[in-house]
């Protein structure tokens, strides 16, 4: 069983300033998925156990692993469309000029059934929509390139998904260019502040501040405190076929639910892999999260989400100190509706149950009865120019066939397991979109420009 690896968080010797907020932001690297349920009946990771003094329990590999990704994300920010329909339009146009006529399609509010790109479930919660990541393997057939995963009816996508793993990549051999080089380097600039804990006002002893250019090592390691643990799961790689591909890249439907049996088919996996999913598995609502401006601060109110285990909210945002040119510097702000200090940007993505419940007890993460927050005055200029991200986290559940012997004698020798994690993510500005949220509502007089007549306005032709 693969055991969850911590972030981590290294910090050159020399960093530019951007290079300091893309790592924040967690750009540099997103996380990826993991495994394992007796059959209708969620237990806990394998490995081995003592039953007692004289036995210890022989456990041997699953034959066959199923990961499951579900995320829901939801957006009230314009543009959204744009980025999903170029990074669509990629994948299933090809190219540079695919993703142009994604994002044409994306502006004009174009709606398409396909498209549909592999890695979704860690988006950064800008766009709407529902996701699934999903992959299969089995040690029999390590090289297996497709599968099929019989779906039940509900998820309004027809009798089963198709999976596909890529075609293994040719090495080329590029000649290596040995000539020195002498590296530059840029001196940071600009501060990182961070702030924590709901409420109206500042809390005392707040900001924690780092001044990034004249910072020590031991200060950047004191100060870059992110929790977060994410396993790996659904992946897209030689003999791990998944969906979604260029095969099959329909969307998942607005009204779909993945309650039912699930049956894993292909060459080496074997025949009784079918497992059934209940409600705590399906996707998860969106958030429904509504802000109101208070006297300079934020407050934030939202629906209680059913299955829900937690909620976490994070703002990042940023001010310039006026300066122009290469004297330009400014402070990064990031708060948090956690009770420690912390990052957050390590817990915005799947967590474990264990971490989940042990963070809430710490009050870094708020619990499922949570409702509502307020981010204080005073940390964003006029309570805005802030990035907001909230996620809810789901419950993970592993299943495994057949059931674990009781008796500790009896080895247990698994068909196959199966990993399926839940979250639902928002994205926003803080203090909320207004009027600029909206969508316009083209006039009935006037039609809508094909996709085509906006690239031949883009290229002038």
């Not at 993991?34 to 034959?63: D, H, M, R, Y």
């Not at 669509?88 to 994604?102: K, M, P, V």
């Not at 709606?111 to 890695?119: E, K, L, Q, T, W």
Request: net charge positive.
């Amino acid at each position: 069983m693969m055991k969850p690896r911590r972030s981590t968080c290294r910090i050159p010797h020399r960093m530019t300033t951007l290079s300091i907020l893309l790592l924040a932001a967690g750009l540099f690297s997103l996380p990826e998925t993991s495994l394992a349920q007796t059959k209708n009946k969620a237990a806990a990771p394998i490995k081995p156990s003592t039953a007692g003094k004289e036995f210890v329990q022989v456990v041997k590999p699953p034959i066959a692993l199923a990961y499951i990704d579900v995320a829901t994300s939801g957006s009230d920010m314009p543009g959204g469309n744009l980025m999903a329909g170029a990074a669509q339009g990629a994948q299933s146009g090809g190219g540079l000029f695919g993703a142009l006529t994604g994002m044409a399609k994306g502006a004009m509010g174009g709606a398409s059934d396909r498209g549909n790109v592999f890695g979704s479930t860690h988006s950064l919660g800008f766009v709407s929509g529902k996701f699934l990541d999903i992959s299969v393997y089995t040690s029999k057939n390590p090289g297996l390139s497709e599968a099929k995963q019989f779906i039940p009816n509900v998820m309004n996508l027809g009798e089963s998904l198709q999976l596909n793993a890529p075609v293994p990549e040719k090495i080329v051999h590029v000649p290596v260019d040995e000539t020195p080089v002498e590296p530059t380097y840029e001196k940071p600039k600009g501060k990182i502040s961070v702030y924590w804990g709901c409420g109206e006002t500042i809390r005392p002893g707040q900001p924690r501040t780092l001044d990034v250019a004249t910072a020590s090592m031991d200060d950047y390691a004191k100060f870059f405190v992110m929790r977060g643990k994410t396993t790996k799961g659904a992946r897209w790689q030689p003999g791990h076929p998944a969906w979604p591909n260029k095969v099959d890249d329909r969307k998942v439907p607005d009204t779909a639910s993945l309650v039912g049996q699930h049956n894993f088919v292909g060459n080496g996996i074997p025949e009784s892999f079918k497992v059934s999913l209940a409600a705590p598995q399906d996707l998860m609502p969106s958030i429904e999260l509504k802000q109101t401006k208070k006297d300079g601060a934020v407050a934030l109110d939202w629906k209680s989400i059913p299955h829900a285990r937690g909620y976490f909210v994070t703002v990042m945002g940023g001010k310039s100190d006026g300066s122009a040119g290469e004297n330009a510097s400014g402070e990064m702000i990031v708060w948090t509706s956690s009770e420690l200090a912390d990052l957050g940007f390590g817990l915005m993505d799947y967590q474990s149950n264990q971490d989940i419940d042990k963070w809430i007890k710490e009050k870094v993460i708020l619990s499922a009865n949570a409702t509502q927050c307020a981010v204080p005055k005073g940390i964003f200029p006029d309570g805005g120019a802030g990035m907001l991200r909230m996620i809810a986290y789901g419950s993970d559940a592993y299943f495994s066939y057949p059931p674990r012997p009781e008796d500790p004698k009896i080895a247990w020798e698994p068909d196959w397991q199966t990993k399926v994690r839940v979250k639902s993510v928002f994205g926003s500005i803080l203090g909320g979109m207004g009027d600029m949220g909206e969508k316009p509502q083209p006039k009935k007089e006037e039609k809508k420009n094909k996709a085509t007549d906006l690239l031949k306005s883009l290229f002038g032709n």
